[in-house]
């Protein structure tokens, strides 16, 4: 009798992959249709302020819908996620404090602690790799929209 060495780990329902490209694209094309709109003008000369969001917000979509439907296709299964919901609660909690810097310090401010939010969520801890994305971003930022 042979015994398996590697465990297997659980796999995702279907359902539990549909429900998920429902709600990810679904959230793109809010964005798109609704959001986006909302929080930009229609400008003056040349491209509409809402070109490179729409752009950014429809791309994600389709890589959001091609991921989906290359899982399906490939119908292998998929592991489920090890963390659960934790992860899901940390980086919303990186977008919430990054909302906060927004409001209170602006722009770059946002950019730096959304910088080093999301790598704390995603467990980094290595003090460069904290501290030199927030620069180089903040910076970037600082630049552009000076």
Known sequence: MAVDPQPRAPSR??????VEAVVLVGASLLAYVWLIPAQT???????SPA???????????????????????QGLPQPTYS????AFFR??????LAALALKLGGTIAAVAVCCVAT???????????LILPALLCAAAFWLVFR
């Not at 790598?119 to 790799?129: I, K, Q, S, T, V």
């Open 13 to 18: 329902s279907t359902l539990s992959l549909l």
């Open 41 to 47: 003008s229609a400008g003056g000369l040349g491209l």
């Open 51 to 73: 070109v490179l969001p729409k752009f950014c917000v429809a791309v994600i979509g389709l890589l959001i819908a091609g991921d989906v439907a290359s899982r399906f296709v």
């Open 83 to 86: 963390e659960g919901w934790s």
């Open 91 to 96: 980086l919303a909690a990186a977008v919430a």
């Open 119 to 129: 790598a704390l969520a995603l467990d980094e801890r290595r003090l460069p790799y």
